[in-house]
């Protein structure tokens, strides 16, 4: 059976082209950037060139990239990082109720600590206004954070607006684009963002290789204690082959950017169109244009997201309910609460991710498998035959 995998918000296959350019750095040139030597000396080189290409991605310098090893670590680097460089100024933080777990936990270890944190709110559609940043800023407000695009929802926030706020009130802003970046066209200063984290793994790079920029002049707390890799903000040393991998995959997702967003926008929207309308009775969860290009999320009435899950893997369709990090705790996604959804309607949840590799023969199976297995469903649901009897 062939296989159509739509979850690439969870993982996406590394590019040939990027697993190439990794090799030489297993085998051969398998120096220690802090040595040195020529072999050293050699890696270093190969980090300040993927640092380059990752910083052209997102309007940056290299200067201002810290490599890390996924999004949940540049997070924490920002987060706490941050709060702990700035508490003799302020314990105040401002963060969105719809961020990553990275962020969410991030937050509530700095509550422990005696920061205060103030979550915003979100519209249906998951937005948040800018207006409400502006009021919730006091005096003591040292950072804020809020998430580019939601993965569970696809929606995306304006942070240029948010920033131009943050920026007024001299506050640190810090956005978690791990979702984002390699998917549309970033840049830092458009964005007004001081920091940002991005993933290698998001834009068809290798697991293990993130990265968070970091304006000039903003003070970041390390978290970790030992050498002075990444210029004394993350000790250990520097994972090369990954690093370089990741500086591969953003020089092709600036390249081909254009027609990637092109061809899943398609996809997405045959999805968003056709599927409800075979379905009935469903709701598309995130705004319907601010949005990822690859998300669809889309809520079925009546039955639940983790049996429509189970029947497609079995047709041979990968696809997801709610984010990688919650879809095996069975909990109801803390974003869809957060934008006033019920809970049973959230249960019902699809979300589909699509991917360069798609294509309009993946969207046609979907479209003819899903129906059916949501109608049979639906024949077992009490919750839909006490609707049909009303």
């Known amino acids: 059976m062939d296989k159509i995998y739509m979850d690439h918000i969870a993982g996406a296959p590394m590019l040939p082209e990027v697993f190439d350019a990794m090799v030489p750095y297993f085998k051969e040139?398998?120096?220690?950037?802090?040595?040195?030597?020529?072999?050293?000396?050699?890696?270093?080189?190969?980090?300040?060139?993927?640092?380059?290409?990752?910083?052209?991605?997102?309007?940056?310098?290299?200067?201002?990239?810290?490599f890390t090893s996924c999004g949940t670590?540049?997070?924490?680097?920002?987060?706490?990082?941050?709060?702990?460089?700035?508490?003799?100024k302020g314990n105040h933080v401002i963060m969105s109720p719809i961020e990553h777990f990275s962020n969410m936990h991030g937050a509530k270890a700095l509550a422990k600590l005696g920061f205060d944190v103030t979550m915003l709110?979100?519209?249906?559609?998951?937005?948040?206004?800018?207006?409400?940043?502006?009021?919730?800023?006091k005096p003591e407000t040292i950072l804020v954070s809020i998430i580019h695009a939601n993965p569970e929802v696809g929606t995306i926030q304006d942070l240029s607006e948010i920033g131009k706020v943050t920026k007024e009130a001299d506050v640190v802003f810090h956005t978690d684009a791990v979702c984002l970046v390699g998917a549309i066209p970033v840049d830092v200063d458009e964005l007004n963002v001081d920091l940002l984290s991005l993933a290698a793994n998001?834009?068809?790079?290798?697991?293990g290789a993130a990265a968070l920029y970091v304006r000039k002049g903003v003070r970041l707390e390390p978290l970790l204690d030992g050498g002075i890799q990444e210029r004394g903000k993350r000790a250990g040393t520097e994972n090369v082959p990954a690093i370089v991998g990741m500086g591969v995959a953003a020089e092709i997702a600036g390249k081909e950017m254009e027609s990637r967003i092109k061809h899943v926008t398609t996809l997405r929207d045959r999805l968003i169109k056709e599927l409800p309308e075979k379905m009935g009775d469903t709701l598309l969860l995130g705004h319907p244009q601010k949005r990822l290009p690859g998300n669809?999320?889309?809520?079925?009435?009546?039955?639940?997201?983790?049996?429509?899950?189970?029947f497609l893997d079995m047709e041979g369709i990968q696809v997801a309910s709610g984010s990688a990090c919650i879809s095996r705790s069975l909990k109801v996604s803390h974003v869809m609460l957060a934008m006033g959804i019920d809970?049973?309607?959230?249960?019902?949840?699809?979300?589909?991710?699509?991917?360069?590799?798609?294509?309009?023969q993946d969207v046609d199976k979907v479209i003819a498998t899903l129906p059916p297995i949501v109608q049979r469903l639906r024949d077992m649901s009490p919750l839909y035959h006490k609707k049909k009897n009303q």
């Open 343 to 360: 809970h049973a309607v959230a249960q019902g949840s699809v979300l589909m991710t699509l991917g360069k590799d798609n294509t309009n």
């Open 202 to 207: 998001m834009f068809y790079g290798p697991k």
């Open 29 to 66: 040139n398998f120096g220690n950037p802090s040595s040195i030597h020529s072999a050293g000396e050699e890696a270093e080189n190969a980090i300040t060139e993927a640092r380059e290409k990752v910083a052209s991605l997102i309007g940056a310098l290299g200067q201002n990239i810290i």
């Open 121 to 137: 709110s979100v519209d249906g559609h998951g937005m948040i206004d800018p207006d409400e940043v502006r009021e919730a800023i």
């Open 73 to 88: 670590e540049s997070n924490n680097l920002a987060l706490k990082g941050v709060a702990l460089a700035y508490k003799n």
């Open 296 to 310: 669809v999320s889309i809520a079925v009435n009546y039955i639940e997201g983790e049996s429509m899950l189970l």
